[in-house]
Every structure is written in C-alpha cells, then in structure tokens.
C-alpha cells in the first residue's frame, strides 16, 4: 500500500502520461500538485516507485512513465466513475431515433464507445447461455435414412442426416418426434443428458445427435463483432509508425479477435479491466481491454469493451463500459419480452 503522498505522485504521473504521452519530469508532478515539499522528495518518492516496479523510465536523464503495475494501482483507485449526465441524456436521444433493431442497436453502441472512449470499439451480438431444444422433425429418405431437423430458440435451424440400423416408417419416426418434443422441450443440452427417461436404441441413437448438434453450438464462436475506432488507434503516438499494431490487425483479419481479448471468466457484471502483459495473448501485451457482458444472465450475453494503448484514458472507458452495457441489457431484455408469447 502506498502512502497518500507518494499514491498522489503515482496518479500525477499516470494522468499526465495519459493525457501527453510522453515521460514525465519530477518538474511537472510539482507544477500539477501542490505538495508542499521539495523537488528532492519528490525525487526520492520517484525512486521508490520506480524502485517498486510502478513506474519505469526510459534512460536515466528522462521523465517516469507508468508500468503495468503503476496503471492497475491507478484502476484500483477509480470510485464512483459515472459518464456525466448530460453524455447518458444524448446517448438514449440517439437510441431512441434508430430503429428498434438490434443490429442497428449494436451498431451505434460500437460508434458511441469509440467516440466517447477514443479508442477502439468491440460489440459482440447476444448470444444464448446455452441453446435449447424448441422443436425436432424427423424425415425419412430412405429405408434406414432420416434427416434430423433441429429447431433452436431463437429460430436457428440445424439438420443431420442419421442411418439406422434397421428399416424405420415415417409413422414410427413421427411417433419418437412427438414423445421426444415432449421431453426435451425447453432444454439445453446438458439438461438433456441428465434427465432420466427410458428410451428405445433408436431413441437413444438420436438422443445422442441432438446432444452432439447443440454442444456444438454452443462451442461456436461469436458472430462477426461490430467494430469502431480504428482511426482513433492509429492515431495513438504509440502506434503511428510503429509494427504493433499489426498484431492486432491479424486478429481481426482471422477472426481471433474475440477469443483472444475476451477472459474465459468474464464477470456475469461490472467492468473488467485487463492490463498490458495481464492479457494472456502477446499479441495483445502492449493493449490494455476495458470490457463488459450485457444482456440477460439466462437467456442471451453480449460482450461490449474498448480496446487500447496501456496509455488509455481508464476512467473515460470504464465509466462508457459500464453505461452502455446497461443501454444494452434494458434494450436486450425488452426485445426478449415483446418476443415472448
């Protein structure tokens, strides 16, 4: 834990550097402050916090910039960081006037967050926590030969052609459809394999390809994210003239874009803020990612975040995060209902 006097240095520099991006001088944190002591304590609180892995400097002569450390000690320190209230009156201005679709919906939450973060923007569609059976038709081809027609909430339409081991009617067929919608109505997968029903070979057999066909939805990445703010980023000092941001342009170019900066335990709420070298991908060990979930715990999650230089504005982010992911949910959760019978 850090002193108040020597956590005020800290912040100093940190806000300093985010707002000119370059080093700074003891000379500055004493002309931002007033402190009360002298440039030579300053200097020594410097030392200590480059001494504790807080700051680093570029060579000896020059000013202090903020470590990875420095800048998750500043996050820690942000309370109460709530967009002002005339931003939240413009922004539900501008979702009332587009249309009440959610990909028209997305795509102003991506714009908004880039602009009011300055960065670049990620939103993901919602996706349901777990697909659940709603409807199956069974076809018979051939003698031994069916097409499985899986209908998923949410009206997507998956289809498997199964073989038998033995000749089957489109009446028996027919009959295992009905007392198979019956049981699994509703249910995800998982569900599915815990409930206990008897059931004959056939019954079983395509059991088990119902099971297979929604595990492997729900292992299925995210759509195509909605994007914004790829000129604020390539205007970052950081990045002008520099290879580092193509790391992240292959990432959106072969679509890992989203698995790579999403944590596999992002918190069902709140903002999550993951530092430089705290991304697991190298790729991304000179961004840092402000991200959220939105939407319906039980029923649909999206994913909307801002990604960065370490050198973010981090109170701007987190404060666009955390209002826009909660347009989204109240959004999401009225779409949800009026689609609801």
């Known amino acids: 834990m850090l002193s108040p006097r020597t956590e005020t240095i800290l912040k100093s520099i940190v806000g300093q550097y985010i707002t000119r991006a370059t080093p700074v001088p003891s000379q500055s944190i004493i002309n931002d402050y007033e402190l009360g002591v002298s440039a030579a304590t300053i200097r020594n609180e410097m030392a200590y916090l480059e001494?504790?892995?807080?700051?680093?400097?570029?060579?000896p002569s020059a000013g202090s910039i903020p470590s990875d450390k420095g800048?998750?000690?500043?996050?820690?320190?942000?309370?109460?960081?709530?967009?002002?209230?005339?931003?939240?009156?413009?922004?539900?201005?501008?979702?009332?006037?587009?249309?009440?679709?959610?990909?028209?919906?997305?795509s102003l939450a991506a714009t908004l967050?880039?602009?009011?973060?300055?960065?670049m923007a990620v939103v993901t569609m919602p996706k349901p926590v777990g697909c659940q059976f709603k409807h199956l038709e069974l076809v018979a081809l051939q003698d031994s030969l069916a097409l499985v027609v899986l209908v998923l909430r949410g009206a997507r339409i998956k289809q498997?052609?199964?073989?038998?081991?033995?000749?089957?009617s489109q009446p028996e067929l027919t009959a295992i459809t009905n007392k198979l919608n019956a049981a699994y109505s509703g249910l995800t997968s998982t569900q599915i394999i815990a409930k206990n029903i008897d059931l004959s070979p056939t019954e079983q057999q395509l059991t088990d390809c119902?099971?297979?066909?929604?595990?492997?939805?729900?292992?299925?990445?995210?759509?195509?994210?909605?994007?914004?703010?790829?000129?604020?980023?390539?205007?970052?000092?950081?990045?002008?003239?520099?290879?580092?941001?193509?790391?992240?342009?292959?990432?959106?170019?072969?679509?890992?874009?989203?698995?790579?900066?999403?944590?596999?335990?992002?918190?069902?709420?709140?903002?999550?803020?993951?530092?430089?070298?705290?991304?697991?991908?190298?790729?991304?060990?000179?961004?840092?990612?402000?991200?959220?979930?939105?939407?319906?715990?039980?029923?649909?999650?999206?994913?909307?975040?801002?990604?960065?230089?370490?050198?973010m504005p981090y109170a701007r982010a987190i404060?666009?995060?955390?209002?826009?992911s909660s347009v989204l949910s109240r959004l999401v959760a009225e779409l949800y209902a009026r689609e609801t019978p």
């Open 319 to 324: 404060s666009t995060i955390s209002y826009l």
């Open 71 to 106: 800048y998750r000690y500043y996050v820690e320190s942000l309370t109460d960081i709530k967009l002002p209230l005339s931003e939240q009156c413009l922004i539900g201005h501008l979702f009332h006037q587009v249309e009440r679709e959610l990909g028209e919906w997305l």
């Open 210 to 311: 119902l099971i297979k066909i929604m595990q492997a939805e729900d292992e299925q990445e995210y759509e195509e994210p909605y994007l914004n703010g790829w000129h604020f980023m390539l205007n970052q000092p950081e990045f002008i003239r520099s290879r580092r941001m193509l790391a992240l342009m292959e990432l959106v170019e072969h679509r890992n874009l989203l698995s790579t900066i999403v944590p596999r335990q992002l918190p069902s709420q709140g903002v999550q803020v993951i530092i430089g070298k705290e991304n697991k991908a190298e790729a991304i060990h000179d961004f840092s990612v402000v991200i959220s979930q939105y939407g319906l715990p039980q029923e649909a999650i999206g994913t909307i975040g801002v990604i960065g230089p370490t050198r």
């Open 113 to 119: 967050t880039a602009q009011l973060a300055q960065n």
């Open 51 to 59: 001494q504790e892995g807080y700051i680093n400097r570029p060579h």
């Open 160 to 168: 498997q052609l199964v073989t038998f081991d033995q000749i089957i």
